[in-house]
């Protein structure tokens, strides 16, 4: 589809379209965000854009990050009663490092697990596809101790854990949060937050699985 987006329609076309085309179902706080990254980019160009640009937008601005953290992977534990514990394995400006964490949940124990000033206020999950081949997508809206207004961040894996994860990474990338501040704030921590990463059979490390916020 070509169709041109302009004035009052960036918001309505925007989410019409992603869901259409790629079955992203966005919440209203991340419709108006998004719109804003779509205007900004038209406003650049000095034109329109057309409907098949936006996934080409929606990618670097909630999958693709450029940032100098990345999602390797992460196990969970249980910890005592009903809370969750998590390994979580980041490359971080090239260095690949585990942080530890526990919440009551695989979303509260990550973020802890980042050692941040992170607060979640929404989540939603989604389905992308139908069958045994669809994927899960997870959005969440975070807001970062120090930085103005929230930021939506977008996951997609087939595991709806393993999306849910990715969605706070890719939050947390667009708040800002650099491969410093995770060394940093695990260190603050404690010592047992910042670990080295298990190797695999072989003595080597695993390879990279998956960068913020996407499975590919």
Known sequence: MHRRLHGREYV??????LERDHGVVMPRRMQVEFSAVVQAHADAAESEIASSELWSLFQPTYLCLASDVAYADHHLYEVAGATQG???EL????RRVRLRGKGNGPIAATVDALGLPLRIDAYEERSLGRGADASALA???AARTGVAGTRC???VHANIVTASVLAVLSAAARLGVTAADLVDGARRAGPERLTPPRASRAGRLEPRKAPVGSLR
């Open 86 to 88: 998590i390994e979580l």
């Open 12 to 17: 309505t076309l925007s989410v019409q379209l």
């Open 139 to 141: 959005i969440v809206e």
């Open 91 to 94: 490359q971080a400006g090239g």
């Open 153 to 155: 961040g977008v996951g």
